[in-house]
């Protein structure tokens, strides 16, 4: 399958270790290159900044989906490819989802696991079919990797599921795998 169009899922903070931006702007440099348009939430803030940025910055295309809310607040970004206004949050994901190839998780807070949880559940669910990847960045995620794993021993998932997640360490393995 080839990928044109990635789901990308993260903070609307930076965080605290630096490479959590350095591999979002990594991540966007290579989206670019490989000319796989970024499909995200819209925002200029963030994580989600860093890596609107980097693939502009680098010729690539960028899609944003925004709901009304967060047009209040003044958050969304001015200088991607497209920006769609959407209703609410569940608007926002249902779009994003449906116009994206594959999806990867960068670090991120509750807005982000909401977002890899509904995604997970969506593709057990077979809504739909979707690659994940989490990119877990300086062991950002060992522990929902553990928790994950924890899930499986006592018998809460489905192996099939579970065979659809891939978690990687650095950017660049993303494309060996697509």
């Known amino acids: 399958m080839t990928i044109h169009s990635i789901a990308v899922f993260c903070g609307s903070k930076n965080g605290t270790n630096p ?14 290159e490989r000319q796989i348009k970024l499909i995200y939430g819209g925002g200029s803030a963030g994580l989600m900044g860093v890596i609107a940025d980097s693939v ?11 709901p009304k809310l967060l047009l209040e607040w003044e958050v969304q970004h001015r200088g991607i490819t497209e920006l ?6 569940h608007e926002r994901k249902r779009r994003i989802y449906s116009v994206s190839d594959a999806a990867i998780i960068l670090p991120g807070g509750f807005g ?67």
């Open 19 to 32: 490479v959590f931006q350095e591999h979002a702007s990594t991540l966007g440099a290579l989206l670019a």
């Open 56 to 66: 502009m910055q680098h010729g690539g295309e960028v899609m944003g989906f925004i």
């Open 84 to 89: 769609i206004i959407c209703d609410d949050m």
């Open 112 to 178: 982000t696991l909401d977002e890899l949880f509904e995604i997970v559940t969506w593709n057990q669910l077979t809504i739909h079919d979707k690659q994940i990847f989490i990119l877990n960045s300086a062991g950002f995620y060992d522990h929902l990797a553990a928790h994950i794993e924890l899930m499986k021993k006592e018998g809460f998932l489905y192996e099939e599921a579970i065979k659809r997640i891939t978690f990687i360490r650095e950017p660049e393995e993303l494309f060996s795998l697509l």
